[in-house]
């Protein structure tokens, strides 16, 4: 027996309808509230929920993967005042167009 966690956050509700048990997610790290209730709905049983709720994280979940991990999520927590500091080599900060989008993602997802 070997327990499937989705390791995509645009596929946890599909993960979980095959039987996966959760997600190892990116999207958790700067809203876990709304990670788990994708979860948490589902297992509830209220899949139609769970799929609205996936949906509408899409677009920020997109903006947090327009770059390579884990630059935008550390650049999302920085703009949250969670002072996550600034990248380290061989990494470097975010484009401003992509930041705008992540940060426009975040507004619009209301974690700004």
Not at 42 to 51: E, I, L, M, N, Q
């Amino acid at each position: 027996r070997v327990d499937l966690y989705s390791g995509n956050d645009d596929q946890i509700v599909p993960m979980l309808s095959l039987g996966g048990k959760g997600v190892i997610s990116v999207l958790s790290n700067i809203a876990p509230a709304q990670t788990h209730e994708i979860c948490e709905t589902y297992f509830k049983g209220d899949v139609k929920r769970s799929a609205a709720l996936q949906l509408a994280a899409i677009p920020l979940i997109n903006a947090l993967f327009c770059e390579v991990n884990p630059i935008p999520v550390k650049a999302a927590l920085n703009l949250m005042g969670k002072n996550a500091g600034p990248m380290r080599l061989p990494l470097t900060e975010m484009e401003p167009k992509n930041q705008d989008r992540l940060k426009q993602a975040m507004i619009e997802y209301g974690i700004l």
